[in-house]
């Protein structure tokens, strides 16, 4: 039973180019959650995804970011016209229901995202 | 606005200690806490996660602690190894899907 894959592991952009970062949940799970970690900072969220549906994107920068969970296929965070403080590591995490907080989230290795 | 904090930022030990990490959060409100291990440039392992209604979890040489009405959470990590050496994340989730996360203490067991 594969855990959360995310690919690429590592992604080198140049300013201006766009990133796209994948994510496939566990099998059964259906909720999706993408934090970023910044050099020296602790994680942070970003959005929460259900299929098809956008839960929760209160961490999402306002501008450049946008992300999908569509019916079919892997979650997907988009990243516009990348600046060099779009550097960090981007985690996915997945869980098997949401509502009422009581589920575990499982994390995947991540995506290591240099910007030049 | 939950806020949590884990003190100190890093910490080195002697091999064979008993350590006990901190965390603290802001808002007792909170559905359950994670504790996750992070190795360089990896991803997040997690470790233990204590429901809002437990008041500890155990697992091999891990036990953590939980006291929401104090805001607080222990990581007691018994005989300590170099192989325990890595970032310490405390994370809790609360009305929302999201977890909030400590920044971390980076913990080196020499041998």
């Known amino acids: 039973n594969a855990g959360v894959m995310q690919n690429p592991r590592h992604l080198v952009r140049r300013r201006g180019q766009e990133a796209r970062l994948r994510c496939s949940p566990m099998?059964?799970?259906?909720?999706v959650y993408w934090y970023r970690q910044l050099p020296e900072e602790g994680l942070k969220f970003m959005v929460y995804?259900?299929?098809?549906?956008?839960?929760?994107e209160s961490g999402m920068p306002k501008e450049r970011f946008s992300a999908e969970f569509p019916k079919e296929g892997p979650s997907i965070l988009r990243i516009q016209q990348v600046v060099r403080g779009d550097s960090a590591a981007y985690f996915c995490?997945?869980?098997?229901?949401?509502?009422?907080?009581?589920?575990?989230?499982?994390f995947g290795p991540g995506t290591r995202l240099t910007v030049l | 606005k939950q806020e949590v904090t884990q003190i100190p930022a890093a910490l080195s030990v002697p091999e064979g200690e008993n350590l006990v990490l901190n965390c603290s959060f802001t808002?007792?409100?909170?559905?359950?806490l994670q504790w996750f291990r992070q190795d360089p440039g990896k991803g997040l392992t997690s470790l233990l996660l204590?429901?809002?209604?437990?008041r500890e979890q155990t697992s091999g040489r891990l036990n953590a602690s939980l006291d929401k009405s104090s805001g607080r959470s222990t990581l007691y990590i018994a005989a300590s190894q170099p192989g325990d050496s890595a970032t310490y994340l405390c994370?809790?989730?609360?009305?929302?899907?999201?977890?909030?996360f400590g920044k971390g203490m980076k913990l080196t067991v020499n041998p």
């Open positions: 994370a809790v989730r609360g009305g929302s899907e999201k977890l909030v």
């Open positions: 099998k059964g799970h259906s909720h």
């Open positions: 204590i429901q809002s209604s437990q």
């Open positions: 808002d007792s409100a909170i559905y359950n």
């Open positions: 995804l259900q299929k098809e549906n956008i839960i929760d």
């Open positions: 995490a997945s869980s098997g229901t949401g509502g009422g907080g009581y589920n575990e989230q499982f």
